[in-house]
């Protein structure tokens, strides 16, 4: 089996191997030695060779056809001190690890926090974080995020720019930091995932393109060219990303992966890549005793994708269900241009959570087509849900948060809805404590042309709000900086009160195994779209919670219990003094028992649980 890159082997020399079914000759430049090293190609264009006196933080190129002018860094490369233009660097393959008795929680069990490296701390560094884990534990956190670390041009870029995709990125720490923060996650049981990106790569510092045929132009993306995943020599296009996952796995310990924008993996290989890839890791989870997450991004409600492989399905663990942000946002700010025209309605929440996809074979303003498939028999904890993420932050002109785009009433009742789903809750960064500072998008690019062309495309994308001026230019480093988060916040003023809100939302998930049970008869969702009050009753064996919602923005509803088995008391009412914005006396809910009326105020939530558990 060929393994890509430098490796030690027993006897103390290392192999290097790269795939360059382009070029008629590859020579290793060790920069250390100035030496240039022959490198045996074979039928299937791989090169490799192997030398007695390379170590640990050496530098290397490849001379590629015998060309001075095309010297190139690994595709493999595991380190990239000096960004994507210089030299890869021989990484050490062995770290301390105390991890041995940590195990992941499982999806229903989990609550996920996204994360942007550079701008979670003022550092911008992995071991940066690690300060902040036992915050983030107390929060009750069990797994955190991280947006795409691969290297990237520059020291600040959203991840999605990456082109060396086996190197973390320098300036967030490089391998080691990496591996020093998971390390000290796991000691707090808490699970890492990464973002990969493996529909696209960046423009800048891109050198796939010299070595063999990565990217194919039958199929065209939002980011030009795919990769070349079924076409000719696609099997050494597949193995370079299927070993991208599996490297993390086994170098970092990694627990997880987010796919980003599957539906832009275009194959029509009788097993896609999507599916190859899927089962490589779970196959190696399996090999490794642990259960390796595999969680899709994608734009199609397709329940193909979370079918097992015994049923001709893809076999993903689990999806982003977009749906319910989505719901949630346009019900708040009354948005409802673009693809939030699919989602427009009492109506629309109210199948999200009864079902999952909102687009179940339904009529889609958006695409002016009928589009989806049905969902609603899918265990819930295979769904992964958000009031508030990298991409409907950062993806708006001004990065503004959901907080900032309704009232605190909709922030709270914004955490409700998304916290007391059926389905696997994640917070970004900074919204537990509704941090006041946007999320932009930034990028900190070289090349002339590439800059201008990032700055007039985000001019022409948000053209039609001309009336607020131009977009925050994202090769500013103001940009960048603007986008990091206040920690200090939640501990005081409004930012703590809506953070202890979060943290005993939580609390009751851990508590109720009502709460993440998955099971899809064991959640019933009672809609009342005259008032606009929605009750959830969700139950676990003896455990049973109950939630009303009163999702009408601007007017008092009262209503009753529906029918419940047991007697149940309140254990939490979002317009309680303790969590609202300023400490002035507000509406409540009635302390009652099952026959008596109970008012909400407009965008409240309270939540009722059998007396005795």
């Given at each position: 089996?060929?393994?890509?890159?430098?490796?030690?082997?027993?006897?103390?020399?290392?192999?290097?191997?790269?795939?360059?079914?382009?070029?008629?000759?590859?020579?290793?430049?060790?920069?250390?030695?100035?030496?240039?090293?022959?490198?045996?190609?074979?039928?299937?264009?791989?090169?490799s060779?192997?030398?007695?006196?390379?170590?640990?933080g050496?530098?290397?190129?490849?001379?590629?056809?015998?060309?001075?002018?095309?010297?190139?860094?690994?595709?493999?490369?595991?380190?990239?001190?000096?960004?994507?233009h210089?030299?890869?660097?021989?990484?050490?393959?062995?770290?301390?690890?105390t991890?041995?008795?940590?195990?992941?929680?499982?999806?229903?069990?989990?609550?996920?926090?996204?994360?942007?490296?550079?701008?979670?701390?003022?550092?911008?560094?992995?071991?940066?974080?690690?300060?902040?884990?036992?915050?983030?534990?107390?929060?009750?956190i069990?797994?955190?995020?991280?947006?795409?670390?691969?290297?990237?041009?520059?020291?600040?870029?959203?991840?999605?720019?990456?082109?060396?995709?086996?190197?973390?990125?320098?300036?967030?720490g490089?391998?080691?930091?990496?591996?020093?923060?998971?390390?000290?996650?796991?000691?707090?049981?808490?699970?890492?995932?990464?973002?990969?990106?493996?529909?696209?790569?960046?423009?800048?510092?891109?050198?796939?393109?010299?070595?063999?045929?990565?990217?194919?132009?039958?199929?065209?993306?939002?980011?030009?060219?795919?990769?070349?995943?079924?076409?000719?020599?696609?099997d050494?296009?597949?193995?370079?990303?299927?070993d991208?996952?599996?490297?993390?796995?086994?170098?970092?310990?990694?627990?997880?992966?987010?796919?980003?924008a599957?539906?832009a993996?275009?194959?029509?290989?009788?097993?896609?890549?999507?599916?190859?890839?899927?089962?490589?890791?779970?196959?190696?989870?399996?090999?490794?005793?642990?259960?390796?997450?595999?969680?899709?991004?994608?734009?199609?409600?397709?329940?193909?994708?979370?079918?097992?492989?015994?049923?001709?399905?893809?076999?993903?663990?689990?999806?982003?269900?977009?749906d319910?942000?989505?719901?949630?946002?346009?019900?708040?700010?009354?948005?409802?241009?673009?693809?939030?025209a699919?989602?427009?309605?009492?109506?629309?929440?109210?199948?999200?959570?009864?079902?999952?996809?909102?687009?179940?074979?339904?009529?889609?303003?958006?695409?002016?087509?009928?589009?989806?498939?049905?969902?609603?028999?899918?265990?819930?904890?295979?769904?992964?849900?958000?009031?508030?993420?990298?991409?409907q932050?950062?993806?708006?002109?001004?990065g503004?948060?959901?907080?900032?785009?309704?009232?605190?009433?909709?922030?709270?009742?914004?955490?409700?809805?998304?916290?007391?789903?059926?389905?696997?809750?994640?917070?970004?960064?900074?919204?537990?404590?509704?941090?006041?500072?946007?999320?932009?998008?930034?990028?900190?690019?070289?090349?002339?042309?590439?800059?201008?062309?990032?700055?007039?495309?985000?001019?022409?994308?948000?053209?039609?709000?001309?009336?607020q001026?131009?977009?925050?230019?994202?090769?500013?480093?103001?940009?960048?900086?603007?986008s990091k988060?206040q920690?200090?916040?939640?501990?005081?003023?409004?930012?703590?009160?809506?953070?202890?809100?979060?943290?005993?939302?939580?609390?009751?998930?851990?508590?109720?195994?009502?709460?993440?049970?998955?099971?899809?008869?064991?959640?019933?969702?009672?809609?009342?779209?005259?008032?606009?009050?929605?009750?959830?009753?969700?139950?676990h064996?003896?455990?049973?919670?109950?939630?009303?919602?009163?999702?009408?923005?601007?007017?008092?509803?009262?209503?009753?219990?529906?029918?419940?088995?047991?007697t149940?008391?309140?254990?939490?009412?979002?317009?309680?003094?303790?969590?609202?914005?300023?400490?002035?006396?507000?509406?409540?809910?009635?302390?009652?028992?099952?026959?008596?009326?109970?008012?909400?105020?407009?965008?409240?939530?309270?939540?009722?649980?059998?007396?005795?558990?």
């Amino acid at each position: 089996m060929v393994t890509l890159g430098p490796q030690k082997l027993s006897n103390g020399h290392w192999q290097f191997t790269v795939w360059a079914q382009s070029c008629a000759q590859v020579d290793l430049h060790l920069l250390e030695q100035n030496q240039y090293v022959p490198m045996t190609r074979d039928e299937r264009g791989y090169f490799s060779c192997t030398v007695n006196d390379a170590q640990v933080g050496d530098k290397y190129l490849y001379r590629l056809d015998n060309d001075p002018a095309r010297e190139r860094p690994d595709p493999t490369s595991r380190w990239q001190p000096d960004g994507v233009h210089g030299a890869s660097t021989v990484i050490n393959p062995d770290f301390a690890w105390t991890d041995d008795s940590f195990s992941p929680p499982t999806l229903r069990n989990s609550i996920f926090y996204e994360l942007h490296v550079g701008t979670f701390t003022e550092e911008g560094t992995f071991e940066a974080i690690i300060p902040h884990l036992d915050r983030l534990t107390e929060l009750g956190i069990t797994s955190l995020q991280l947006m795409p670390i691969a290297q990237c041009p520059g020291e600040r870029n959203w991840g999605y720019d990456g082109v060396q995709l086996y190197a973390a990125q320098s300036n967030y720490g490089g391998i080691d930091g990496l591996r020093a923060l998971v390390n000290e996650a796991h000691k707090r049981n808490m699970a890492v995932y990464l973002d990969l990106v493996y529909n696209h790569l960046g423009p800048e510092g891109n050198y796939l393109w010299d070595f063999a045929p990565y990217f194919t132009d039958h199929y065209r993306t939002s980011w030009g060219e795919a990769l070349n995943f079924d076409g000719a020599y696609s099997d050494e296009v597949r193995k370079f990303f299927i070993d991208n996952a599996l490297y993390w796995l086994e170098v970092a310990h990694i627990d997880g992966f987010r796919l980003d924008a599957t539906h832009a993996l275009y194959d029509f290989s009788a097993v896609p890549f999507l599916e190859k890839l899927t089962t490589a890791i779970q196959d190696w989870g399996d090999a490794h005793n642990k259960r390796v997450h595999v969680i899709a991004e994608n734009d199609m409600p397709n329940r193909k994708l979370l079918l097992p492989r015994a049923v001709n399905g893809t076999g993903l663990d689990g999806q982003w269900l977009d749906d319910l942000h989505h719901c949630i946002h346009t019900h708040l700010t009354g948005e409802g241009e673009g693809y939030y025209a699919d989602f427009v309605g009492f109506d629309r929440l109210v199948k999200c959570l009864r079902e999952g996809f909102v687009r179940s074979g339904d009529w889609a303003p958006s695409r002016k087509r009928h589009l989806g498939t049905y969902s609603g028999d899918i265990p819930a904890d295979r769904f992964i849900v958000a009031s508030q993420t990298h991409d409907q932050i950062g993806n708006r002109m001004q990065g503004e948060r959901l907080h900032q785009l309704t009232d605190w009433a909709g922030a709270q009742w914004a955490a409700g809805i998304t916290l007391l789903s059926p389905y696997v809750p994640m917070l970004f960064m900074g919204q537990s404590y509704a941090d006041p500072n946007p999320f932009l998008y930034f990028t900190s690019h070289s090349d002339p042309t590439l800059i201008e062309n990032v700055r007039e495309g985000r001019k022409r994308e948000f053209a039609y709000f001309a009336d607020q001026g131009d977009p925050p230019d994202p090769q500013a480093e103001d940009t960048f900086e603007r986008s990091k988060i206040q920690h200090d916040l939640h501990a005081s003023g409004k930012h703590k009160r809506i953070y202890q809100l979060y943290k005993d939302l939580i609390a009751l998930r851990k508590m109720h195994p009502a709460l993440t049970n998955p099971d899809r008869n064991a959640t019933t969702v009672y809609a009342n779209p005259q008032q606009q009050i929605i009750w959830l009753v969700r139950t676990h064996g003896d455990d049973l919670v109950a939630i009303a919602f009163n999702c009408h923005l601007t007017r008092d509803v009262q209503t009753s219990l529906p029918p419940l088995p047991y007697t149940v008391t309140k254990v939490l009412d979002s317009s309680d003094m303790q969590y609202a914005e300023r400490k002035i006396l507000r509406p409540r809910s009635l302390d009652v028992m099952n026959d008596s009326a109970i008012t909400l105020p407009p965008k409240s939530f309270v939540i009722y649980a059998r007396e005795d558990t």
